[in-house]
């Protein structure tokens, strides 16, 4: 599937919003939150988990994907990501590796700014400073390294 209907994209970025209330990020304090869907409509959220060893802290990118992964979900039709952030942000270049793993290059990926959630139960298209972007994992890592390569 190369893109997804509207109602699989508030689906999933409402899951990510969920995800992202359960954060644990004592550090940082900077709350990241992201839901993936499967192909026959399953989502799996996720949220950042930091650790006092840096390098242990793992995205909420990722934990998504480990959480479908290891449900045996890996035909995978997207992605969101939320931060507290009135802009989107974007994974992480780990985090691009891991999504290039199980994304085919046009998956779509949502990235989306806080007041997204904020204006979530409005009836009006109004949002005023709200921003969602779409892109896929070919624009946001180009000529990347992947299964295929391996054979």
Do not use: W
């Amino acid at each position: 599937m190369t893109d997804m209907a509207d109602n699989t994209n508030t689906k999933l970025i409402a899951a990510a919003f969920e995800g992202q209330k359960k954060s644990y990020c004592p550090y940082s304090q900077f709350r990241v939150g992201a839901a993936v869907v499967s192909e026959d409509g399953k989502v799996f959220s996720g949220a950042n988990v930091e650790n006092a060893s840096y390098g242990g802290a793992i995205c909420a990118e990722r934990t998504s994907l480990v959480k479908a992964v290891s449900e045996g979900c890996t035909n995978l039709s997207g992605l969101a990501v939320v931060s507290d952030l009135d802009e989107p942000i974007t994974p992480c270049g780990i985090c691009r590796q891991f999504l290039r793993e199980f994304f085919a290059p046009r998956t779509p990926i949502l990235l989306v700014s806080q007041s997204h959630h904020a204006n979530a139960n409005r009836r009006d298209t109004d949002y005023a400073g709200e921003v969602v972007i779409k892109t896929n994992i070919e624009e946001l890592l180009p000529r990347s390294f992947g299964p295929e390569q391996l054979g």
